[in-house]
């Protein structure tokens, strides 16, 4: 018992000295001050400024929606999507590997849209040679570029009629809240086409396994616990990852 005493004890002390240690600790830490001062601008130059930050954050907060619906990202992580489903390996690979990959495979398509728009119009506004309403202008041009080869006729005119506009006569004039949601249907059709393509194989080998596990009486056996190392080794065997990632960066050149 007298062990016991004194263990209690010393951890009664540490405690207590802990204790003490955590609340000195505030007192010893320098906490800065922030002064926020809101009054008017001295010069025109300020209140632009302000206006151009106040932009650049909007357009930080709605980056993850640009490059979604303008890039070739909703192609991309669909068709693996409906790969893992294909496959029935449930969560893998993990939606961080998959989402990593499509950023970056989106990256590299895009690049030469980001290097054009950048020497016709970044390069140019930021040397003061053109304004920035020019620079938007000549910017956009690249990317609907991009977009328009990528949406069909039908879904571009869908939405002209739905806002009664008249079909210009070069595609180029269309406006982007027209054009965007276009590209975005074309798109999910185009990766469902691609998904569709990628389940036939995996499908015959589950009407394989299942057939033949019905044949011997295996009613109790899940088939797709012996279909998963088929698919695994079908996909394996054909480099299913070089094939899918090849198809989907030459269908957008």
């Given at each position: 018992?007298?062990?016991?005493?004194?263990?209690?004890?010393?951890?009664?002390?540490?405690?207590?000295?802990?204790?003490?240690?955590?609340?000195?600790?505030?007192?010893?830490?320098?906490?800065?001050?922030?002064?926020?001062?809101?009054?008017?601008?001295?010069?025109?130059?300020?209140?632009?400024?302000?206006?151009?930050?106040?932009?650049?954050?909007?357009?930080?907060?709605?980056?993850?929606?640009?490059?979604?619906?303008?890039?070739?990202?909703?192609?991309?992580?669909?068709?693996?999507?409906?790969?893992?489903?294909?496959?029935?390996?449930?969560?893998?690979?993990?939606?961080?590997?998959?989402?990593?990959?499509?950023?970056?495979?989106?990256?590299?398509i895009m690049s030469p849209v980001y290097y054009q728009v950048k020497e016709e119009a970044i390069n140019p506004y930021l040397e003061?040679?053109?304004?920035?309403?020019?620079?938007?202008?000549?910017?956009?041009?690249?990317?609907?570029?991009?977009?328009?080869?990528?949406?069909?006729?039908?879904?571009?005119?869908?939405?002209?009629?739905?806002?009664?506009?008249?079909?210009?006569?070069?595609?180029?004039?269309?406006?982007?809240?027209?054009?965007?949601?276009?590209?975005?249907?074309?798109?999910?059709?185009?990766?469902?086409?691609?998904?569709?393509?990628?389940?036939?194989?995996?499908?015959?080998?589950?009407?394989?396994?299942?057939?033949?596990?019905?044949?011997?009486?295996?009613?109790?056996?899940?088939?797709?616990?012996?279909?998963?190392?088929?698919?695994?080794l079908l996909f394996i065997l054909v480099d299913g990852w070089h094939l899918i990632v090849?198809?989907?960066?030459?269908?957008?050149?």
């Amino acid at each position: 018992m007298t062990k016991k005493r004194v263990v209690i004890l010393v951890v009664f002390f540490l405690l207590l000295m802990l204790g003490t240690h955590v609340q000195a600790a505030p007192n010893t830490i320098p906490i800065p001050s922030i002064n926020m001062e809101v009054g008017q601008a001295q010069q025109p130059q300020e209140f632009v400024d302000s206006i151009r930050i106040l932009i650049l954050l909007t357009i930080l907060t709605l980056a993850p929606s640009i490059l979604i619906l303008f890039t070739s990202f909703t192609r991309m992580i669909i068709v693996f999507s409906l790969l893992r489903s294909a496959l029935s390996t449930q969560q893998t690979p993990p939606n961080q590997v998959l989402i990593g990959l499509a950023l970056f495979l989106t990256f590299f398509i895009m690049s030469p849209v980001y290097y054009q728009v950048k020497e016709e119009a970044i390069n140019p506004y930021l040397e003061g040679s053109i304004t920035q309403e020019q620079a938007i202008k000549t910017g956009s041009q690249p990317i609907k570029e991009f977009m328009l080869e990528q949406t069909r006729e039908k879904d571009l005119a869908l939405f002209i009629n739905i806002s009664q506009e008249e079909f210009p006569k070069d595609r180029s004039d269309v406006t982007f809240t027209t054009l965007v949601p276009a590209f975005v249907i074309s798109e999910l059709k185009t990766a469902f086409q691609i998904g569709f393509l990628l389940y036939i194989p995996f499908i015959i080998i589950d009407l394989v396994v299942s057939s033949i596990l019905m044949s011997m009486g295996m009613f109790m056996l899940p088939p797709a616990t012996i279909a998963l190392p088929f698919k695994l080794l079908l996909f394996i065997l054909v480099d299913g990852w070089h094939l899918i990632v090849k198809s989907l960066v030459e269908s957008f050149i």
